[in-house]
T-cell receptor, first 116, second 110 residues
């Protein structure tokens, strides 16, 4: 149980394009989903927290207009990187937690984004 | 100052050896502590939670020292499959946010 999927697993795009990443909880209802970014040899950095049906809460320094987050259902959250640039190239990981699993976050397999 | 700091390593050890490393956290209000394992280009996976009294899970032992604000992980009888990056993770009471260390890399050689 507690499986989280992400799609796509990797994407290469041209500078200026937008990329959408999906995060799904497959066997539980995720009341809260988290989006992280990890650069090589660095720690996971929380970008935003989203609760189903409400606006995401962004961490300091993360541009909400650039990283659009939608959490329309209890099993799906999407992150759209708008007008991607090479510096946005990173490993994006989502996680999900359920009401019944206080503090425990289940991580998706990650999406590796390369912007040319 | 980073919330969670770890020695990046790498720790290169032979099979069968014992390896231990620490992590320090800055927020004294932190309530929950975890060790995650991350393999190259993969997502983090929960290795074990860390309890105040210390806890053991097979070959892995975790300790928490609240007074000095550090957490430790000890791996006994290292296996090749233990090669990974170990992430120290901390969160505060009543807050779902997790703070990650940058990880300690362990390489077990034959």
């Amino acid at each position: 149980g507690a499986v989280v999927s992400q799609h796509p697993s990797w994407v290469i795009c041209k500078s200026g394009t937008s990329v959408k990443i999906e995060c799904r909880s497959l066997d539980f209802q995720a009341t809260t989903m988290f989006w992280y970014r990890q650069f090589p040899k660095q720690s996971l950095m929380l970008m935003a927290t989203s609760n189903e049906g409400s606006k995401a809460t962004y961490e300091q320094g993360v541009e909400k207009d650039k990283f659009l987050i939608n959490h329309a259902s209890l099993t799906l959250s999407t992150l759209t990187v708008t007008s991607a640039h090479p510096e946005d190239s990173s490993f994006y990981i989502c996680s999900a937690s359920a009401v019944s699993s206080y503090n425990e976050q289940f991580f998706g397999p990650g999406t590796r984004l390369t912007v040319l | 100052r980073k919330e969670v700091e770890q020695d990046p390593g790498p720790f290169n050890v032979p099979e069968g050896a014992t390896v231990a490393f620490n992590c320090t956290y800055s927020n004294s209000a932190s309530q929950s502590f975890f060790w995650y394992r991350q393999d190259c280009r993969k997502e983090p996976k929960l290795l074990m939670s860390v309890y105040s009294s210390g806890n053991e899970d097979g070959r892995f032992t975790a300790q928490l020292n609240r007074a000095s604000q550090y957490i430790s992980l000890l791996i006994r009888d290292s296996k090749l499959s233990d090669s990974a990056t170990y992430l120290c993770v901390v969160n505060e009471a009543n807050d779902y946010k997790l703070s990650f260390g940058a990880g300690t890399t362990v390489t077990v050689r034959a």
